[in-house]
């Protein structure tokens, strides 16, 4: 989605302010610009096309301005064009604005300013309502005008804005959309996402829904919809300013990819008591409440739902509970039975997902005990559960979630034994069991990533391949789904997953010598099952990579290539098995020269519906 950077003080903020957007480029975006107060006026320059583009037009020193607003744009309104691209101002550009979201109402609000006031309209966008509401209502009072424009906006959105008669403040408001406001000594910034920032500074203020702000260069004032001032604490963010880099390597999946091992630790070892009982964070989960629930739904989107799945059998497994999973778009216009003996679960790396939050959000109404499992620290999710259980992935910078995923999953493990052990539907020795596997997966996952270069050898191999299916039963189902969706996201190959004994019920027909089959049979108990659908495939054709734990061979007679993940319980499998799926679309995705961090058409953070 689109990203918004401000920034105001006393150095060069052209600088900071395209460094911002750089590093919200994984948002995805297909134009950017920039407005700053130049000789009286506000200039606005844009770009289609990199951020490069933008930068070779705000080169001369007449740029030099210490305040500025940003943006890139991801299109929904409108193609992308410069005329379409943000800022947007208003008639004499004496008001600039930066916007991320959607208007829903700016048809209406379109016509109404143009019949009233005769206002042209310069672009296509829903966005550019904002700036002629705010210049209508701008009264040599940025704040005011603000407040005024937003109470005729439906719709979502975070806005920046900049007056000509007021260079001296950024004043934004945001509903629905991310804000956060990087605070630093003799200067302020805000931006949609905290990467943009921690170059600068890791001190931040949340800014909720419906509040505003007004940052000076040595001032933040939070206000309330009503127009008060809120006291808000200031939050240190503890990712590093590196962590947002690719650091040697070529692309940030990899990179991402390759810090499963230490994130998957830290996600586990912080949990965890001297005695190892789980510590959930600041949850307060006790005997009573988990006994009250009779259900659990899982909700999320995309690879969030992916480990929703493996989650679900495994929470099942440990609680006792029914547990349901569904994507979040589907599930918020289903007659579900949600009631105060419910425990909802979001799953969100970004925790801006619209979809997952409208979710919360209804569940919540309707009496569940929200419990989210959250990456972005503060995110909209994070703030609007009862509980929050982060995992500590640090920034994924990749659009294609890696290590999001695997971390979500050990949330989804110690959730899991939370549960149970404090019911009861689990004993100390399977506890312990399971605690030990888990404790075995960093060392594990590193010794997978070994073998890197054994799973670029079958991308070279088999990246001309059009139709890829992922087959598995079980948790390897589930695994399937995350693959399939790593290899289609940035390879742009077809591939298609599907539980392998639903093959003969219908997608078999599809499979010949042009198929390529991913076979995943890492769980014991469905082992023998899972050869005998790796055998049919093959008797159609089928090229079979199959995929199984060390020491069970008899997989090779019916496969082209094997890939091997160390011994586990089957429980723990799928954080293994999806390593050596990761690094194969990435490679495949390499073969073929796509743009793997920032994929066609794709954004990491899907904050519209
Ligand atoms: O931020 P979220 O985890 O809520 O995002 C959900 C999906 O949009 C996300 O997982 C998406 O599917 C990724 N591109 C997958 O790699």
Redesign the pocket.
């Known amino acids: 989605m689109c990203g918004i950077v401000g920034y105001i003080g006393s150095d060069y903020a052209k600088e900071k302010v395209i460094d911002g957007l750089r590093r919200l480029e994984y948002r995805g975006y297909d134009s950017a610009g920039i407005a700053m107060p130049v000789s009286g006026a506000i200039q606005i320059t844009k770009a289609v096309g990199e951020l490069k583009n933008l930068e070779a037009k705000i080169s001369d020193p007449a740029f030099d301005a210490p305040v500025a607003i940003g943006h890139t744009r991801w299109a929904t309104h409108g193609k992308p064009t410069e005329l379409n691209a943000h800022p947007h101002g208003n008639m004499d550009n004496s008001i600039a604005i930066v916007h991320n979201g959607i208007i829903e109402n700016y048809q209406e609000l379109r016509e109404w300013l143009a019949e009233e006031y005769g206002i042209k309209f310069k672009s296509e966008t829903d966005s550019e309502v904002i700036a002629h509401l705010i210049g209508l209502y701008y009264d040599g009072d940025l704040l005011d005008a603000v407040n005024k424009a937003v109470e005729e906006m439906r719709g979502a959105y975070a806005v920046a804005a900049m007056a000509a008669a007021e260079p001296d403040k950024i004043v934004a408001v945001r509903k629905d959309a991310p804000l956060v406001v990087g605070a630093g000594n003799g200067f302020n910034m805000i931006a949609s996402d905290v990467p943009a920032l921690l170059k600068y500074t890791r001190d931040v203020y949340f800014i909720e829904n419906n509040e505003t702000v007004v940052l000076t260069k040595d001032s933040v004032v939070i206000y309330d919809e009503n127009g008060n001032e809120v006291q808000r604490d200031i939050q240190a963010v503890e990712w590093k300013a590196d962590a947002a880099d690719k650091a040697e390597y070529d692309h940030f999946m990899l990179k991402e990819i390759h810090e499963q091992p230490k994130v998957i630790q830290e996600t586990l070892l912080n949990r965890l008591n001297p005695d190892d009982s789980i510590k959930l964070d600041d949850i307060s989960m006790t005997k009573e409440d988990i006994d009250n629930f009779n259900k659990i739904y899982i909700i999320?989107?995309?690879?969030?739902y992916h480990a929703g799945l493996v989650g679900k059998m495994v929470i099942e497994k440990m609680t006792k509970i029914p547990v349901e999973i569904d994507v979040a778009s589907e599930f918020r216009y289903r007659d579900t039975f949600i009631d105060d003996k419910t425990l909802f679960i979001a799953i969100?790396?970004?925790g801006?997902?619209l979809d997952?939050l409208a979710a919360l959000r209804d569940a919540k109404d309707r009496g569940a005990r929200i419990l989210s499992v959250v990456n972005a620290v503060g995110s909209s999710i994070a703030r609007e559960s009862h509980d929050v259980f982060y995992t500590l992935a640090g920034p994924e910078v990749a659009?294609?979630?890696t290590k999001?995923y695997t971390t979500q999953l050990i949330c989804m493990y110690l959730i899991g034994l939370y549960m149970g052990s404090t019911k009861g539907t689990i004993d100390k020795e399977y506890y312990d069991f399971m605690l030990k596997e888990l404790k075995d997966l960093p060392g594990k996952v590193d010794r997978i990533l070994l073998s890197e270069e054994k799973y670029k050898k079958l991308a070279e191999r088999y990246h001309f391949n059009d139709h890829v299916f992922f087959i598995g039963r079980g948790l390897d189902s589930g695994v399937s789904y995350e693959g399939s969706?790593?290899l289609k996201?940035i390879s742009y190959i077809h591939s298609f997953a599907i539980a392998a004994g639903e093959l003969k019920h219908g997608t078999i027909a599809l499979m010949d010598k042009d198929s390529l089959v991913v076979a995943l049979a890492t769980q014991d108990r469905l082992y023998e099952k899972m050869v005998s659908n790796i055998v049919e495939v093959q008797a159609r054709g089928a090229h079979i990579i199959g995929l199984a734990k060390e020491g069970k061979t008899e997989i090779e007679k019916t496969s082209d290539e094997v890939i091997y993940i160390p011994q586990c319980a089957d429980e723990v499998a799928p954080v293994l098995a999806v390593i050596p799926l990761q690094i194969f679309a990435y490679y495949v995705a390499l073969e073929k020269g796509c743009n793997i961090d920032k994929p066609k058409n794709?954004a990491k953070?899907?904050t519209v519906e």
């Open positions: 999320a989107c995309g690879t969030a969100s790396q970004s801006e997902t997952t659009v294609a979630s999001a969706l790593k996201e794709l953070s899907v």
